[in-house]
C-alpha cells in the first residue's frame, strides 16, 4: 500500500492507503480505505492527537500512489 509521513518539530502527519480483507488470500480487498493520523511529540513519545479513516467512494478511487495492491508495508 501506500504511506507518506510528514514531520516538524513535535508534530507529524501521516497518510495512508490501506486495504482490508476478511480473507487474507482473496485477491481483491473487501474495501479500500484512507488513514489519516495526526501525532504530538509529549517529551519522548509520539502521542496520537487525531485519527480519521474514509472509506472510498465509489466512483472516486484512491490512487496506492506507487503501492501495490495485497502488499502490506514493510513486507519482506
Known amino acids: 500500500m501506500a504511506r507518506e509521513v510528514k514531520t516538524y518539530d513535535r508534530f507529524a502527519t501521516v497518510y495512508s492507503v490501506v486495504e482490508s480483507r476478511t480473507d487474507r488470500n482473496a485477491a481483491k480487498p473487501?474495501?479500500?480505505g484512507v488513514n489519516s493520523i495526526q501525532l504530538y511529540k509529549f517529551d519522548d513519545e509520539w502521542k496520537i492527537i487525531a485519527l480519521y479513516y474514509h472509506v472510498e467512494s465509489p466512483g472516486l478511487r484512491i490512487s496506492l500512489e506507487g503501492g501495490k495492491s495485497?502488499?502490506?508495508l514493510?513486507?519482506?
Do not use: L
Open 30 to 32: 473487501d474495501f479500500v
Open 70 to 72: 495485497g502488499i502490506c
Open 74 to 76: 514493510g513486507a519482506d
